[in-house]
């Protein structure tokens, strides 16, 4: 089975500057992983994933998140973050070939970005 | 209309009402799923359907009752709920036998049970 710990419940940062939410994963089998974003009083929606293959993965709106095997981590970025910005994360794993593609989703962090 | 739809968007009822909450995918997908999403909790998954027959029901209490008539509709009809049964029911809906496991979300319905 897998789990999905993300180590902040909440995140200020002013705008313009750079931001990480972090996600650490645990499964016994290699995985798919996910960040998504869920703006107020709507669904989620993708922000990026990764599959296999390069470990550098660009999403939408300037993320990008870094997959690292040794340290189980699949942590999100930003180089500068805009008020828009402010919104729930949420960090998912999958296994491959799990049947019914099932995901299990971390607790989610707050990103509030501040003028 | 594209991608997932969920209506009503807004939901208040009486523990003693019986209501249904709808889903429409629109993107030609095989599965289907319904989560519960509380303030300080994480995502829960309630139901998967899969080529429209559920394939996991996790715990959930029987006055939650889905239904999946065909891949691109999903219901849930509630009835006799709780007060604490109040929160963001999400639909998401996904292809099996990609290799992506990528799943697509509505936009949610708020259920208030007073």
């Known amino acids: 089975a897998q789990s999905v710990t993300q180590l902040d419940s909440q995140v200020p940062v002013f705008e313009e500057a750079p931001v990480e939410l972090r996600c650490n994963y645990s499964s016994s089998v290699s995985v798919y992983l996910f960040w998504y974003v869920q703006y107020p009083n709507q669904g989620l929606q993708l922000l990026l994933k990764y599959l296999s293959g390069s470990t550098l993965v660009k999403g939408i709106n300037g993320f990008e998140a870094e997959f690292n095997k040794s340290q189980t981590s699949f942590h999100l970025r930003k180089p500068s973050v805009h008020i828009s910005d402010t919104a729930e994360y949420f960090c998912?794993?999958?296994?491959?070939?799990?049947?019914?593609?099932?995901?299990?989703f971390g607790a989610g962090t707050i990103l509030r970005v501040k003028s | 209309e594209t991608g997932v739809t969920q209506t009503p968007r807004h939901l208040v009822m009486g523990m003693t009402n019986k209501k249904s909450l709808k889903c429409e995918q629109h993107l030609g997908h095989n599965a289907m799923y319904w989560y519960k999403q509380s303030a300080k909790k994480p995502l829960e998954l309630m139901f998967v359907?899969?080529?429209?027959?559920?394939?996991e029901n996790n715990s959930v209490p029987s006055r939650f009752s889905p239904e999946c008539p065909n891949s691109s509709h999903l219901f849930l009809h509630l009835h006799t709920l709780q007060p604490e049964d109040s929160a963001l029911y999400l639909c998401?809906?996904?292809?099996?036998?990609?290799?992506?496991?990528?799943?697509?979300f509505g936009p949610g319905t708020r259920l208030t049970v007073l």
């Open positions: 998401a809906s996904s292809q099996i036998g990609l290799a992506d496991n990528e799943q697509f």
């Open positions: 359907y899969s080529l429209e027959e559920r394939v």
């Open positions: 998912a794993v999958s296994a491959p070939m799990e049947y019914g593609n099932k995901l299990v």
